[in-house]
């Protein structure tokens, strides 16, 4: 396994070559190792969080034929055979930011459940994130809205009423940001946040 080493402006970078042939051959030579590696250190920790065995997945961008991926990700859940259709985690690049999630995406088919297990600890769930995460109803879109100005409310009631509906929770680290060329703090910071999002992760065995 690679050697998780930090991440520099070239990984970031890659998000501007043109042409899916030559973008995802750097992904897969530079960016892919390295999120592999940051998921396979922190697959253990997040194993005792949850309670359940995570393994890691990184993104292959298969389906693409044409078009380059705009970001890419290793994803941690608890099945070794897929995540798309499991809560899980993620860390991942946008050319612009670095993000931890958790994340419940389309493809769950139990994520109309899950809003409603959300709506029932509302109240909950407001005061247990922090107000400088970020929530998002849509992986294919980098902007995220702060914790302490979306309406949360609107969020999930989406996600149990719209089929493509999505929400994600965590962190974005600007490109610029020391922290990402400093592996053990940054993995400091990534286990802190999945610590600080488990809490949703275990409102998924409430369906």
């Known amino acids: 396994m690679t050697e998780f080493k930090g991440f520099t402006q070239e990984d970031f970078d890659v998000f501007t070559i043109p042409g899916l042939d030559a973008r995802m051959e750097k992904l897969r030579g530079n960016v892919s190792p390295k999120l592999e590696a940051v998921a396979e250190e922190l697959a253990p920790a997040l194993t005792t969080m949850t309670g359940d065995e995570m393994f890691v997945h990184v993104a ?3 389906r693409r034929t044409k078009n380059p991926p705009n970001d890419t990700w290793a994803a941690l859940a608890c099945s070794n055979r897929g995540y798309k259709k499991l809560p899980h985690f993620q860390i991942g690049l946008w050319e612009t930011h670095l993000f931890i999630w958790f994340a419940m995406i389309y493809e769950n088919p ?5 809003g ?13 994130i922090p107000d400088n995460f970020v929530w998002s109803g849509d992986h294919t879109r980098p902007d995220a809205e702060r914790h302490n100005e979306v309406d949360l409310d609107k969020l999930v ?5 719209v089929k493509k509906a999505e929400i994600l929770c965590g962190v974005n680290i600007d490109r610029n940001d020391p922290i ?6 940054f993995l400091k910071m990534c286990e802190n946040t999945f610590q600080t999002l488990e809490p949703l992760y275990q409102y998924t065995k409430e369906i």
Do not use: F, G, I
Request: proline share 3%.
């Open 60 to 62: 292959k961008h298969a």
């Open 110 to 114: 139990v994520k109309q459940e899950y």
């Open 116 to 128: 409603e297990v959300l709506k029932k600890n509302m109240e909950k769930v407001k005061k247990q």
């Open 157 to 161: 009631d989406r996600l149990s009423n």
């Open 180 to 185: 990402l060329t400093k592996p053990d703090e």
